[in-house]
């Protein structure tokens, strides 16, 4: 499954110094292939590969970038079939989900085609007689882009595109549990006929991969999606070459469903959004609130849509939802559950491990009601299928308990009242709110959190600017 690529160095794949290592299938349990391993010298391999190819490629007009950028999305929508098989492969969501990841990720490649002509300067007027100030913007250098398993294609599409489109280089980590989606947009970014050593991939553990790209002074900007805790060391490590840093990092969003929702348009729109690749989606509603008056039917309508649905292998297209991601994910989920239960919650729907398969990582899609604020499946990110369901009387309140949290990713609201919508939006401590709707990922759209779920912006025209430096020049003529 890995064998026509590898690490990808200096402009074409070779193998890795390190060996091989087994991917693990979370639906049958068994290896999809064997993924290259990095060395360190690997990866500093990939770092002088980087300095290299940003000589040349900041020497570029934005109007050849743009042509790249567009040249590259064009082979990925070609290799949309390949693509979308790799995803499901690899992290068990269904065939469809998949392939609009992939759909959104070639997104950012036209996206960020078109901001690679928007890059602008100003003249600022001098107070020194014959004097003008000229602001421009350029490359801030080699970029380092961490990202997780849960979104494969579309965590480097954000990172990747905006860096190629502001000049930089780009040394792309993806995770070794789904390694192979990034190997095939790393291979599209070859139909952009870029310079050699503008795009890097090694895959492989911290100290081989990680820790020399922390290290490296050449290394100027570093974006992560991951956990806040991963988060946290990488902003420590990166004071040390004074790194600038986008980090993405974890939620656990409130959802708020008032007494003047309509409840069956809530219902069709948040359970697929709350399974969604099982649940393992940062910006999913984690914390259910549901005003009183609507409660009892809000439960019994979102378990039996929850239970109805089919779970499978993500290749099979009737499948709906897929596994959790490796066997120690679904433990942890297991025992979230079982001390929630303990703690007086009560078990709606699913609860335990999917009975109908012998192997795979397989979690049944779970409710759970009578959930109070201060349980642990409430009070942090599951980041599973888990639904927990409170109930609450007023607006007042659920705004504060939706807030009580140090997460600030996503946040939702149902409400048919604009001045209520209008009060969520205003309330809501996040990066990001829905009202009426569970929709923020686009390319054109900035992406990120707030307080412990990160900083930066990935998407839109916010997007490109933390890939840039700001320079001054004074010119006295």
Known sequence: MYEKFGLF???????????????????????????????????GAAIAAAERGLAAWRAKSAFERADALHAIADEMI????????????ETGKPLAQ????????????RWYAEEARRIYGRIVESRVPGGRFEVTREPIGI???????????ALVARKVAPALAAGCSVVVRPSSQTPGTAMVMVDCCRAGNLPEGVVNLVVGPTAATYAPIMAS?????????????????MIRDAADTMKKVTMELGGNAPLIVHDDADLE???DASVPTKFANAGQVCVTCDRLFVHESLHDAFVEGFAARAKALRLGDGLDPATQMGPVI???????????????????ARVVTGGGRASDFNAGFFLEPTVLADVTDDMRVFAEE???????????????????????????????????????????VAGLRAGMVGINSFALAAAEAPFGGARYSGMGREGGSEGITDYLETKLAQVVI
Do not use: H
């Open 9 to 43: 160095l200096g402009g074409s794949w070779s193998a890795a110094a390190g060996g091989t290592a087994p991917v693990i299938s979370p639906v049958t349990e068994k290896p999809l292939g064997a993924a290259p391993v990095a060395t360190a010298a690997d990866t």
């Open 326 to 344: 490796n066997g120690n994910r679904r433990a942890e989920l297991e025992g979230v559950i079982t001390e929630a239960v303990k703690a007086g």
């Open 265 to 267: 348009a809530v219902l």
């Open 78 to 89: 070609r290799r949309t079939d390949e693509a979308a098989r790799m995803i499901a492969s």
């Open 98 to 109: 998949a392939g609009r990841e992939w759909g959104l990720s070639c997104d950012q490649f």
């Open 382 to 424: 599951n980041f599973g299928p888990i639904a927990a369901i409170t109930r609450f009387r007023d607006e007042e309140e659920v705004l504060e308990r939706a807030n009580a949290t140090e997460m600030g990713l996503s946040a939702y609201a149902f409400t048919r009242d604009p001045g209520r919508a209008r009060r969520a």
């Open 217 to 233: 002074p050449l290394v100027r900007k570093v974006s992560l999606t991951g956990s806040t805790g991963v988060g946290q060391q």
């Open 143 to 153: 970029v380092a882009a961490f990202t997780a398993w849960n979104f494969p294609a």
